[in-house]
């Protein structure tokens, strides 16, 4: 069995959500959808996770949109209000895993400006053997070379890993670099994945 366990954070360990915010904000999901698919997108959101300043980030998408330009700069000043807890389940599984000699890893796409907000908000976090940020490297998945950063890091053999995320291009990268992948849907299912034998 492979023993390395490698967690991707959000939508796996927490809960992140923009619409948390941007529902209230706006009045509607609606309005907040149309938003994060036009204004402040997934897209847009990740370059500030591949290490963009968030402030250059902003003062970007506010020339472009000059009319969104007050809620532009609400997406990260109120960002914080994006989070919700740990996903259900996740803290016992990985409390469990570590009893049973797992070693656990963390490989997050994450601004290295906001991940400090909630780092140790959360007590799952504290319950890992060592963590990847892609804005710290400047690099996300589904780039090889942020997994490549993680086995180097801590000289893991990916042989003996195993990658749980929720999105599928994510998962794909890690099994074409030999780590066995699981997409993440929730925490009776991974451990169903884990110890199919119970």
Known sequence: MRKTLVFDFGGVLVDWNPHYLLDGYFGSREKAEWFIQNICTMEWNGEMDAGKPISQGVAERSALYPEYA???????????EMMGGQIEGMYELLSDLKRRGFRLYGLTNWSSETFPLVRHKYPIFSL????????EEHCIKPDPKIFRILLDRYRLDPSDCVFIDDRLPNVQAAEALGIKGILFSSAEVLRLALFPER
């Open 70 to 80: 007050r809620d532009i700069e609400v997406y990260y000043a109120r960002w914080i």
């Open 128 to 135: 890992l053997d060592g963590m990847v940020v892609s804005g």
